[in-house]
T-cell receptor, first 114, second 113 residues
Framework: EPEVTQTPSHQVTQMGQEVILRCVPI?????FYWYRQILGQKVEFLVS????????KSEIFDDQFSVERPDGSNFTLKIRSTKLEDSAMYFC????????????FGPGTRLTVL | GENVEQHPSTLSVQEGDSAVIKCTYS??????FPWYKQELGKRPQLIID?????GEKKDQRIAVTLNKTAKHFSLHITETQPEDSAVYFC????????????FGAGTRLTVKP
């Protein structure tokens, strides 16, 4: 069964550095998402992406964040200048269509900002 | 935007007992309500979902009920087993605009053998 994959599984970075988190959504899915989960807390919506553009973003998704689909398979989240409070698990998700199937989550990337 | 409240935050039951987790939502336009199970260190996985044209849905030991008037929905797990132990999240979104799914704070369910 196809799954969403994410790399790396764990990223350690220094405060102020840029990081890029990578995701490969399920191949026939058209809608892509990023979520954040700070340790022990709930899953928080960051951004959704469809047809090569952001369709919605939350208040968390400020100018430090950007997303891109650089090719036909990858979906990336970039954090330009990481802060300590960006330390969290970042989940990518995809769904086949907006009005039908649910969102399937990747295994997550644990980002640690030192 | 949508605000989802979830209770209780922790729940401990004996194996074989039932567990009920409740969520409320604020946006009356929300019409899709999935439930995710997250085991420690793993990704959230969908266990059941319900759409607003249905009041109840059941899948083996798991059921979800929805009360649109009161804007609340609940997860029911019967005959609980130790492997049901996990964190459960409810969520709500506007199905025709499924771009902003809001999650509840989660319930840590512990099933004691």
């Amino acid at each position: 069964e196809p799954e969403v994959t994410q790399t790396p599984s764990h990223q350690v970075t220094q405060m102020g550095q840029e990081v890029i988190l990578r995701c490969v959504p399920i191949s026939n899915h058209l809608y892509f998402y990023w979520y954040r989960q700070i340790l022990g807390q709930k899953v928080e919506f960051l951004v959704s992406f469809y047809n090569n553009e952001i369709s919605e973003k939350s208040e968390i998704f400020d100018d430090q964040f950007s997303v891109e689909r650089p090719d036909g398979s990858n979906f990336t989240l970039k954090i330009r200048s990481t802060k300590l409070e960006d330390s969290a698990m970042y989940f990518c998700a995809s769904s086949r269509q907006q009005s039908t199937d649910t969102q399937y989550f990747g295994p997550g990337t644990r980002l640690t900002v030192l | 935007g949508e605000n989802v409240e979830q209770h209780p935050s922790t729940l401990s039951v004996q194996e074989g007992d039932s567990a009920v987790i409740k969520c409320t939502y604020s946006d009356s336009a929300s019409n899709y309500f999935p439930w995710y199970k997250q085991e420690l260190g793993k990704r959230p996985q969908l266990i059941i979902d319900i759409r607003s044209n249905v009041g109840e849905k059941k899948d083996q030991r798991i059921a979800v009920t929805l009360n649109k008037t009161a804007k609340h929905f609940s997860l029911h797990i019967t005959e609980t087993q130790p492997e049901d132990s996990a964190v459960y999240f409810c969520a709500a979104s506007i199905r025709n605009n499924n771009n902003d799914m809001r999650f509840g704070a989660g319930t840590r369910l512990t099933v004691k053998p």
